[in-house]
């Protein structure tokens, strides 16, 4: 795979969307807005972020004329720091702890599903970028990382509109 600006450009765009679209929700609903809807708000609008600040960093080190495997290197060192300082961030808060651990407990395949596969089918190509394992595949690799990064967001924000429309027709 080749890099492609405006493939990254679009991934930033898209991953705007999902900010914008959790930022208005946290404002307009927030009265009726439970404790783990709240966070996954949160998540939501924090992942979009993390995936606009990735999609854009290789083209700004790209516009250095930086060399394609540090270019790489770089940029999973530091998309993967932010997957990480975000984890530990949000789970720092003890609102967050308490919200996973419900959630791990009452619905355990989507905690499998976003800590097991999500997380593991983002971090483990960004290790490869990193460690630079089949370096003219370190593109691919970052990519799918930003992909699967935007694909969890959807997912909460799935999870938050799910729970919103059952308490809705509960009440």
Excluded: K
């Amino acid at each position: 795979m080749t890099f492609d600006v405006t493939l990254f450009v679009v991934m930033a765009e898209i991953a705007g969307v999902f900010v914008g679209f959790a930022a208005l929700i946290s404002v307009t609903g927030r009265d009726e807005v439970s404790p783990a809807q709240l966070a996954q708000v949160r998540a939501v609008v924090t992942i979009g972020l993390v995936v606009i600040v990735a999609s854009l960093v290789p083209i700004v080190l790209d516009s250095y004329g930086m060399p394609s495997s540090s270019m790489w290197r770089i940029s999973g060192l530091l998309f993967l720091a932010l997957v990480w300082v975000v984890i530990v961030l949000a789970l720092r808060r003890p609102e967050n702890r308490d919200t996973a651990r419900a959630q791990a407990r009452s619905a355990p395949g989507l905690a499998v599903v976003f800590w097991g596969v999500l997380e593991v089918a983002i971090q483990v190509p960004l290790v490869l970028v990193v460690g630079g394992v089949v370096p003219e595949l370190a593109a691919a690799f970052y990519m799918t990382a930003l992909v699967v990064h935007l694909f969890e967001a959807a997912f909460v924000l799935g999870q938050f509109v799910y729970a919103r429309m059952s308490s809705s027709a509960d009440s």
